[in-house]
């Protein structure tokens, strides 16, 4: 793998009752921070918002500054997306905000678990699927097992199918039109 121009993004998960970062959230970061320093990455990009009241700052920070006392990454290399609410979110606000600023990295390596890797994949396929759009590498680290039977329950990425059904693959105008109309997280 190229060990230049690349960027590893870790899907925010959350954090549990007492604020701190579930299991999930803890292994995906071990994950992408090795990925990090195996291929020399340029950035990591961590993701999330300030889903809850109790939070004084978004879960990209909090999962930014994990990575930095943990796992030795230096600030200056790492990207924060306080815009993403979802792996929707995560895959456009990344591909509009990140890419739109670093357009030079070539390989963007994005880590989550077992449970959601299929319906990660297919979000980031989908949004990162245009010609001069980063080869994208998929890993995943074995989440929690009482996540793995609700994603089972979970109906979103047939809400995505339902939502993108008419837009070109890529178009970041047309997926964020759709996005403000009709995905519960990020309507007006």
Same mark, same amino acid.
């Given at each position: 793998?190229?060990?230049?121009?690349?960027?590893?993004?870790?899907?925010?998960?959350?954090?549990?009752?007492?604020?701190?970062?579930?299991?999930?959230?803890?292994?995906?970061?071990?994950?992408?921070?090795?990925?990090?320093?195996?291929?020399?990455?340029?950035?990591?990009? +961590? +993701?999330?918002?300030?889903?809850?009241?109790?939070?004084?700052?978004?879960?990209?920070?909090?999962?930014?500054?994990?990575?930095?006392?943990?796992?030795?990454?230096?600030?200056?290399?790492?990207?924060?997306?306080?815009?993403?609410?979802?792996?929707?979110?995560?895959?456009?606000?990344?591909?509009?905000?990140?890419?739109?600023?670093?357009?030079?990295?070539?390989?963007?390596?994005?880590? +989550?678990?077992?449970?959601?890797?299929?319906?990660?994949?297919?979000?980031?396929?989908?949004?990162?699927?245009?010609?001069?759009?980063?080869?994208?590498?998929?890993?995943?680290?074995?989440?929690?097992?009482?996540?793995?039977?609700?994603?089972?329950?979970?109906?979103?990425?047939?809400?995505?199918?339902?939502? +993108?059904?008419?837009?070109?693959?890529?178009?970041?105008?047309?997926?964020?039109?759709?996005?403000?109309?009709?995905?519960?997280?990020?309507?007006?």
């Amino acid at each position: 793998m190229s060990s230049n121009n690349s960027a590893v993004i870790c899907l925010s998960h959350q954090l549990d009752t007492k604020n701190n970062l579930s299991f999930d959230s803890i292994e995906r970061l071990k994950k992408a921070c090795s990925i990090f320093h195996k291929n020399d990455c340029e950035y990591l990009i +961590t +993701t999330g918002w300030k889903y809850k009241q109790s939070l004084n700052k978004p879960l990209s920070q909090i999962m930014s500054k994990f990575a930095q006392e943990k796992y030795r990454i230096s600030i200056d290399q790492i990207y924060e997306e306080p815009n993403a609410k979802d792996t929707v979110g995560e895959a456009f606000f990344v591909k509009k905000n990140f890419f739109q600023k670093f357009n030079d990295i070539n390989f963007l390596h994005v880590v +989550t678990s077992n449970w959601h890797l299929d319906r990660a994949k297919e979000i980031f396929d989908f949004i990162f699927s245009e010609k001069n759009d980063p080869k994208i590498i998929f890993y995943s680290v074995d989440g929690d097992n009482v996540l793995h039977e609700k994603e089972m329950q979970n109906n979103s990425i047939e809400e995505f199918r339902e939502m +993108t059904k008419y837009c070109k693959r890529g178009n970041l105008d047309e997926i964020y039109s759709k996005m403000l109309k009709y995905h519960s997280m990020y309507k007006d």
